[in-house]
């Protein structure tokens, strides 16, 4: 035996007599102390699952669970800081009590949508974060304190007047106002506002002259705040940028308005002195909530620099046409129009459920019914003998229903009229339901609307077709036709910026000349065509469009194309690249 193998024989002989009671406590300890180590993985991935793992994840950036919780508390905290401030402002007299009635009722319905608008912010914030880092964009110490301080503080308030002079033929606008009008209107407006620099009164002059819903109140609107006020208003803006009280010049407000606004008082922001003790109490994570501020202070730098460029002397326009037919909810499924004429024992279709089957008056109305099958075998007119109908609504239009899907009826009526093989002008029945016996006619079945919208977008499509045109004489087609209800609109020019969202991406996906496929959007399906693309400068109501809304649509076409995560499930795959990062 070599020498290998005798220390192999030996370490065996020496296991063997090892004592056995010895290695089970080892093999014992081994496997508690296993035990725990797993229970302390689980309680650790526990505590990281609840706390440090994401909430929400845009593009693989996130904000944790604990954050998004501390988020939820400053949420509702901020919240009833607002409520009290509009209970106060009732008080004071500087809301009506209907005006603070309207706005305790948004903070109702801001707590009832509180968990799903928390999630939409957090997106909010980390795609500005986002997009904010790619601009090199960041914010001072200043203009945080300047965020912070809003917290801390009530408003500052004005109270505002306004006189409108509108645009066009006898001070009421029709249309696209002419040059002639504009010329009528902005002097008119130049006369007001010499008036009043020459000692007129404000709201005697609104009385006299302004054009609005509040000249009977001497062109009073009210006491508001700053953000309480339309964003990218040009009127509200001047008026906001008055350091005292006083009227602005005249301000072309939007296509068919000139405007003067005037402060007549303003009520500084003043601090809170409730706000300090309340946040105490409430246990708030002051980190966060100075964080959120700094995010508000980012937004706004982001936003200002990309309105700059939303708002260039030129951008790339598309002009573009539509039709549009609104999505019941039933788009993919097939229809079927019939008619019918009701029997109802002792006439009354909505007790007939309640009688017994033996009743006498269910073996009337069948011999009713088999009558009348019997008259229009013969070949009366239908809708003559559907006048007589227990269904009232339908009897006036000679018993025909409406156009409807699968499962619209009772299971045996729509047993019948579903049936393999049926062609228009088919009689069925009597039909017994719960309503009574029917007679029906069978008039068609159509494909559901989505296959036939499919089928008109390639026909919208195909070259050589007048887009217009095809459009009409498809909506044209009567009561008959599979498309009643569909309208046709030529939009004219479009800045992206100017519409929304999910617009917006329909047709910038498009080139000159091109038609869309089917698309939802708003609750409607949309086929589009951009007619032209051209490089042109924004109209004035395009201009106010953008001021308003544009960053907003901004932010959404970067949130569109990112891949989003919440609490852990991917609700939204990412785009193209290409897409990705919304470029002005």
């Known amino acids: 035996m070599n020498l290998v193998s005798r220390i192999r024989a030996a370490i065996a002989a020496r296991f063997a007599r090892a004592d056995k009671t010895a290695l089970t406590n ?43 919780k501390a988020r939820g508390e400053i949420s509702a905290f901020k919240l009833s800081i ?16 209907d005006e603070g009635t309207a706005a305790l009722q948004k903070l109702t319905d801001a707590r009832t949508n509180l968990s799903n608008q928390l ?13 904010a880092q790619e601009r090199g964009i960041s914010v001072d110490g200043a203009a945080i304190d300047a965020e912070w301080a809003k917290e801390t503080s009530t408003p500052e308030l004005r109270l505002i007047r306004r006189i409108s002079v509108s645009i066009g033929i ?9 040059e002639a009008d504009v010329a009528a209107a902005q002097q008119k407006a130049e006369a007001i506002v010499a008036e009043l620099a020459a000692g007129g009164d404000f709201g005697t002059i609104a009385k006299r002259e302004s054009t609005d819903s509040y000249a009977q109140d001497g062109g009073l609107i009210g006491w508001s705040a700053h953000d309480e006020d339309p964003a990218g208003d040009a009127g509200y803006d001047a008026a906001w940028a008055l350091t005292s009280p006083g009227n602005t010049g005249a301000i072309r407000r939007s296509a068919d308005q000139f405007v003067i606004f005037a402060v007549d008082q303003i009520r500084p922001a003043a601090l809170d002195p409730a706000f300090e003790q309340r946040a105490s109490e409430a246990k708030l994570d002051m980190g966060v909530y100075k964080k959120m501020a700094a995010e508000r202070a980012l937004r ?30 039933n788009s993919d499924k097939e229809l079927i129009e019939v008619s019918h004429i009701l029997y109802a024992p002792n006439n009354d279709a909505q007790q007939a459920r309640k009688l017994d089957p033996t009743d006498p008056a269910w073996a009337a109305a069948e011999a009713e019914a088999n009558a009348a099958l019997a008259k229009l075998q013969a070949g009366d007119s239908f809708a003559t003998l559907a006048k007589e109908s227990d269904d009232a609504s339908s009897a006036a239009a000679g018993g025909l229903l409406s156009w409807a899907p699968k499962g619209t009826y009772t ?5 019948a009229i579903w049936a393999d093989g049926l062609k228009q002008g088919d009689l069925l029945g009597p039909i017994k339901t719960e309503f009574g016996y029917h007679v029906i006619r069978f008039e068609a079945r159509q494909q559901s609307l989505k296959f036939r919208l499919d089928l008109l977008a390639k026909q919208l499509a195909a070259p050589g077709t007048d ?38 991406q329909m047709v910038w996906k498009l080139g000159q000349g091109d038609v869309s496929g089917v698309e939802s959007v708003q609750n409607s399906f949309l086929i589009v065509k951009v007619n032209a693309v051209e490089q042109r400068p924004l109209s004035e109501a395009q201009l106010a469009a953008v001021k308003g809304n544009g960053f907003t649509y901004w932010i959404d076409d970067y949130v569109a194309a990112a ?10 795959d990412a785009a193209q690249a290409a897409e990705a990062s919304p470029q002005p």
């Open 26 to 68: 080892l093999t014992f300890v081994a496997a508690i102390a296993l035990s725990a180590l797993l229970l302390l993985g689980a309680g650790g991935y526990g505590w990281w699952s609840a706390t440090l793992a994401p909430s929400v994840q845009v593009n693989g950036q996130g904000i944790s669970k604990s954050e998004a």
């Open 82 to 97: 607002e409520e009290s401030r509009i209970r106060a402002r009732i008080a004071a007299g500087t809301l009506t009590p």
């Open 119 to 131: 999630t939409s912010d957090m997106i909010d914030a980390i795609a500005v974060s986002t997009l």
């Open 170 to 178: 006898g001070g009421i606008s029709v249309g696209e106002p002419s």
């Open 300 to 329: 706004n730098a982001l936003k200002a620099a990309v309105l700059a460029e939303l708002t260039a002397p030129t951008s790339e326009q598309r002009d573009v046409s539509y039709v549009a037919i609104a999505d019941d909810g």
């Open 411 to 415: 299971r045996e009526f729509e047993n």
């Open 467 to 504: 887009f217009e045109s095809a459009a009409k004489a498809a909506i044209a087609g009567g009561v008959d036709d599979p498309f009643t209800g569909m309208t046709f609109t030529h939009e004219g020019w479009v800045a992206r910026y100017s519409v929304a969202t999910d617009l917006s």
């Open 563 to 572: 891949e989003i995560w919440v609490n852990g499930a991917k609700v939204q």
